[in-house]
């Protein structure tokens, strides 16, 4: 079992910045992917951005060169550091762990608590 700590969030202007923290705790798997997904009010949860183990990353469109997700192997903790933050990027922000391995009786996705960041002037 893994479970996943979030910190970070906050409330910021138009144009600052913030950066995201998960920990995942447990016996982590060799093989997965990370993820940052966000639900804004009024709308279901997406994905914002992903990194593998093999350190391969992916974003969606709206926050490409905005966001950076990264990784500290050592630390089993995964970044998102965002800036440029615009309105539009409130929402209340989720980590994701998954992984392709199939362990009977071993969940294969995991999900943190979630941290709340709103962009406001």
């Known amino acids: 079992q893994v479970q996943l700590v979030e910190s970070g969030g906050g409330l910021v202007q138009p144009g600052g910045s913030l950066r995201l923290s998960c920990e995942a705790s447990g016996n982590v798997f060799s093989d997965y992917v990370m993820g940052w997904y966000r639900r804004a009010p009024g709308t279901e949860r997406a994905l914002v951005a992903s990194?593998?183990?093999?350190?391969?990353?992916d974003y969606v469109d709206s926050v490409k060169g905005r966001f950076t997700i990264s990784k500290d192997n050592a630390k089993n903790t995964i970044y998102l550091q965002m800036n440029t933050l615009r309105p539009e990027d409130t929402a209340v922000y989720y980590c994701?762990?998954?992984?392709?391995?199939?362990?009977?009786?071993?969940?294969?996705?995991?999900w943190g608590q979630g941290t709340q960041v709103t962009v406001s002037s």
């Open positions: 994701n762990l998954w992984t392709p391995l199939y362990i009977e009786g071993v969940q294969n996705t995991y």
């Open positions: 990194v593998t183990n093999g350190g391969s990353t």
